[in-house]
């Protein structure tokens, strides 16, 4: 993966920086509707969000990109660990605020043909790790309507891992599947979420790093 900016690693998936030209491009792969719904499509009143309705324009994933540059959301590539470091996925740490530390994570793998491979659940898993020992943040959730069986099925199993909390359910939060429909709501904390791997050496105690 010549070139690019990988920030941690896990044993199927990485996480990339996004380069500018690239994420833009990746544009129309946001004009499904379907995902869209899966996805919770929120638009914030502060505006560019990670999570849309269609149209998609590429002058949106600039934006977002903006967004991304002034770290008020946080965008990273899911790149295969082996082989050409395919782009499969992108995931998103949204609503950042300081000193509240806090962040909304979304994970979105692009093709049916790529799901169901375990790459969303370790994405999910590197961007708490990387978010809690790298960034300092101290709470993460995660949003997604209800009839989401996949992000469902995929966070309950996680969960217990992960020392994930369903919160609740959010009645009517969100426009999916032609109503306004539930929401639920987890959230994973900085002091349950287990040492992992990937970022362990950033948690290493004071003088004790080997470098
Ligand atoms: C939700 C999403 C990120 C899950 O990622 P994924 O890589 O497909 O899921 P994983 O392979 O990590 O799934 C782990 C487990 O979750 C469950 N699961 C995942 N997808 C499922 C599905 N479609 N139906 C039933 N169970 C499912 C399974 O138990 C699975 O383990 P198994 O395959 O060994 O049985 C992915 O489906 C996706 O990007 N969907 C579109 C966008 C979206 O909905 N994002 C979530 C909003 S934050």
Redesign the pocket.
Known sequence: MEGRASIVAGESVVLNAPRRDEFVARWSLFNDPM?AM???SPVLAHGVHTRTMPPVSAEYREALYEEHVARRVLCFEVRLADGDGRCI?EAYLADLTWPRASGE?????FSPD?????????AATLVCAYAFDGLGLNRIS???PVE????T??TE??GPDLRARKVGVEREAEWVFGRHGDVAVWEVLRSDFPPHPATAELRTPPGEFAG
């Open positions: 995902l899966m996805l919770g996925g994570l979304c994970v979105a793998i790529d799901r169901r491979q375990g790459y969303g659940t370790e995660l949003r997604f989401n069986v996949a992000a099925q995929a199993r996680a």
